[in-house]
């Protein structure tokens, strides 16, 4: 259903609106329309629900609109028993990642107040469970500006070969070289392309504005080999629901995380950062202090001004957690 049409359960959906504090007060017009009014009060239970704010009453805000207050107090309480996993107090400055809200948020300090937090969009991992971006605490020590991209051997064997195969100029269309152990570049000759296959050879691609990690790659050394970095693909940050990648966290402003990281260091200005991300040779900057990154998975946060934000369940976890703690 559309702004402005005709629909008979109008005056209930004002009551539920209001009940939960979408709407701040019943429309004087009662009426059985989606009147301006409404679809105001729609649109802030949208942006609360992780769905598009476009006023429209679609399935998917149906689905949110009728799921049962009795599943977002579980909600809550499975997010409660997460953070209780974290440590009591936490180090200044650190980096929290949410991966149902698609969110990254940056602390400079103990205090948590929003005002002085930094804040962006992230794309996760996909919703397939060999994609699914995991649930870990890192340190982040470098950033390296212009990198290379050393492409898993999954997705060489699985994606890449199958093209570089079928296209003759493939590998340089998309800047990507073989290379041996030692870095050595290797020419594209049948045996080097089988050499990716048996895994004796590796695939990299060149730094540039096309590579897939963007102009910059924040490394935090963790078993699961998942960093945080710059992305070409930029449109997809303006989706709702961002779970695209192979695992790794793609992120919205990077140059504005490496200013973050990089604050205390007045040699490294945000259009000194810009130039050497646009320049010639790779750069690694190694940071004074590690940085703590949580890579958490809430599904319900509440916000300083008392809302509550609720999130899809992407990859099953509160499932899994529930029924775990109802079997204990």
Request: charged share 20%; glycine share 8%.
């Amino acid at each position: 259903l559309q702004p402005g049409d005709a629909y008979a359960g109008a005056p209930q959906l004002r009551r539920l609106l209001v009940a939960m504090g979408d709407l701040a007060s019943a429309s004087v017009d009662a009426g059985a329309t989606l009147d301006p009014a409404l679809c105001d009060g729609l649109r802030a239970f949208q942006l609360r629900h992780g769905l598009e704010p476009d006023g429209v009453l679609g399935p998917g805000t149906w689905r949110a609109l009728t799921t049962p207050f009795d599943f977002r107090v579980r909600q809550i309480e499975l997010t409660l028993e997460r953070w209780r996993w974290l440590p009591p107090s936490l180090q200044a400055p650190s980096i929290f990642i949410n991966i149902p809200q698609f969110q990254l948020f940056a602390f400079p300090g103990v205090e948590d107040a929003a005002a002085g937090m930094v804040e962006m969009n992230v794309v996760v991992g996909a919703t397939a469970p060999s994609r699914h971006t995991p649930v870990f605490v890192a340190d982040l020590t470098h950033l390296i500006l212009r990198p290379y991209w050393d492409v898993p051997r999954n997705i060489t064997v699985r994606e890449l070969l199958p093209q570089i195969r079928a296209h003759a100029n493939y590998l340089d269309r998309n800047a990507l070289e073989i290379v041996d152990g030692s870095g050595r570049v290797a020419p594209a000759t049948p045996a080097n392309i089988q050499g990716l296959a048996s895994g004796t050879l590796r695939l990299r691609q060149r730094p540039g504005p096309d590579n897939a990690l963007g102009l910059v790659k924040f490394v935090l050394p963790n078993r699961f080999s998942i960093y945080l970095h710059d992305t070409p693909a930029r449109a997809l940050f303006a989706r709702r629901s961002r779970a695209f990648s192979h695992g790794c966290i793609r992120l919205a402003e990077p140059t504005t995380l490496a200013e973050f990281l990089l604050r205390d260091d007045a040699a490294w200005t945000r259009e000194r950062l810009v130039q050497a991300m646009n320049g010639t040779v790779p750069t690694r900057i190694d940071l004074p202090q590690p940085v703590r990154v949580f890579i958490v998975y809430g599904t319900a946060l509440a916000r300083e001004r008392g809302d509550v934000l609720f999130f899809d369940d992407l990859y099953g976890h509160d499932a899994r957690l529930a029924h775990l703690l109802g079997r204990r």
